[in-house]
């Protein structure tokens, strides 16, 4: 998923849950389940770590994609009387944490963190590789529309 729909979603379980602790928690989790769903980026991740081919525009679209979710959620913060700015934060935290987490993996390839790594695509892989992906351009619309209702939430 975009890191703006993990921020989003880690958004909405932090101001839903009962403080900063659980709201870390559940938004890491949310990131593992809904990593699930197949979201069209497979293509661009074996282009990068297989193919070696279109690495820039990976790349690019990694950045892109974490420069939106910072505006979007500098734009909820700003534009909500959120309850506890501290939950809505964790929850943010705990759902973008896991790609952070990876993509310190993918640069440093450290044993540290290979286990977390492999898990991590166990979760986001597990549908895609036994049913296909489905195309990108249809899944940012999907988390587009899915964006627009979670920040009814808040
Ligand atoms: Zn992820």
Redesign the pocket.
């Known amino acids: 998923?975009t890191l703006t729909t993990?921020a989003t979603l880690g958004a909405v379980i932090g101001h839903t849950v009962g403080g900063p602790f659980l709201a870390f928690v559940f938004g890491f989790i949310s990131?593992f389940l809904i990593?699930m769903v197949p979201h069209g980026d497979t293509g661009l991740a074996d282009n990068y770590k297989i193919h070696k081919r279109n690495r820039k525009t990976a790349l690019a679209y990694v950045m892109i994609d974490a420069v939106i979710a910072i505006l979007f959620v500098l734009l909820l913060a700003n534009t909500r009387d959120l309850i506890s700015l501290r939950t809505f934060s964790w929850g943010i935290v705990g759902g973008v944490l896991?790609?952070l987490i990876?993509g310190v993996y993918e640069i440093t390839k450290t044993p540290l963190l290979k286990w977390f790594n492999t898990l991590?695509f166990a979760f986001?892989d597990f549908f895609v590789k036994r049913k296909g992906d489905v195309p990108l351009y249809y899944a940012l619309l999907a988390q587009v529309v899915l964006i627009a209702y979670l920040q009814t939430k808040l």
Request: aromatic share 0%.
């Open positions: 998923m993990h990131h990593d896991p790609d990876v991590h986001h």
